[in-house]
């Protein structure tokens, strides 16, 4: 950790450094006040992938159907691989049924 000295501070006498109780240790500079919470959505982030996210669902079914063929003896694996494809197609049917239902009150 750094010290009150200026270490990690380029010796800036308009700058200090704070402890903070739950994030790590901040160099605040004169005449501001150190950042209490930021939230995801001032970063941009709105917790949905969108429209890309969905696109990519179907990219990744398609691609593991085509795992399906080959010239492997062993069917184990091809039940992981359904397995993770049922996974993503339940996931974009509920999420398709989730953005098509959202204006309802439950």
Known sequence: ??????????HQTSARVIEQSTREEGIVR???TPITHERPEDWGWHG???KTGRIAGYV????L????VGNH???VEDLYILGAVLTIAVSL????RRRKNAWRAR
């Open 30 to 32: 004169a005449g501001e």
């Open 1 to 10: 950790m750094s010290d009150a000295t200026g270490r990690g501070q380029g």
């Open 73 to 75: 003896e062993g069917r």
């Open 65 to 68: 159907l085509t795992l399906l």
């Open 93 to 96: 049917i509920w999420d398709s």
């Open 48 to 50: 949905e992938a969108g």
């Open 60 to 63: 990744m079914i398609f691609f």
